[in-house]
């Protein structure tokens, strides 16, 4: 079974910066495409940004210039580099493969936005 351990949030202001981390069990981070998630009180869970084996990323329209995903297939980890950091950002965010989730989603790791 796949283990999924999420990493980095916290409290930030407006226009800060986190970075989220994904620590994954087995080798699903080379064999798959991974993706961050996030969601939001009272939200449904959404993809926010995805890497493909190629290397190849891409993101959901309200994160574009501002995050960005990274793989490490050695160290079977994922990262999510968030800089300009809005409210709107505050969720909880989950690592898993894309489009359809393989591991048991893990605990996430909150991350709010807010002076």
């Known amino acids: 079974q796949v283990h999924l351990v999420e990493s980095g949030g916290g409290l930030v202001q407006p226009g800060g910066s986190l970075r989220l981390s994904c620590a994954a069990s087995?080798?699903?981070?080379?064999?798959?495409?991974m993706g961050w998630y996030r969601q939001a009180p009272g939200k449904q869970r959404e993809s926010v940004a995805r890497i493909y084996s190629s290397g190849t990323t891409t993101y959901a329209d309200s994160v574009k210039g501002r995050f960005t995903i990274s793989r490490d297939n050695a160290k079977n980890t994922v990262s999510l580099q968030m800089i300009s950091l809005k409210p709107e950002d505050t969720a909880v965010y989950y690592c898993?493969?894309?489009?359809?989730?393989?591991?048991?989603w893990g605990q996430g790791t909150q991350v709010t936005v807010s002076s």
């Open positions: 087995g080798t699903i981070v080379s064999a798959y495409v």
């Open positions: 898993n493969t894309y489009p359809l989730p393989l591991g048991s």
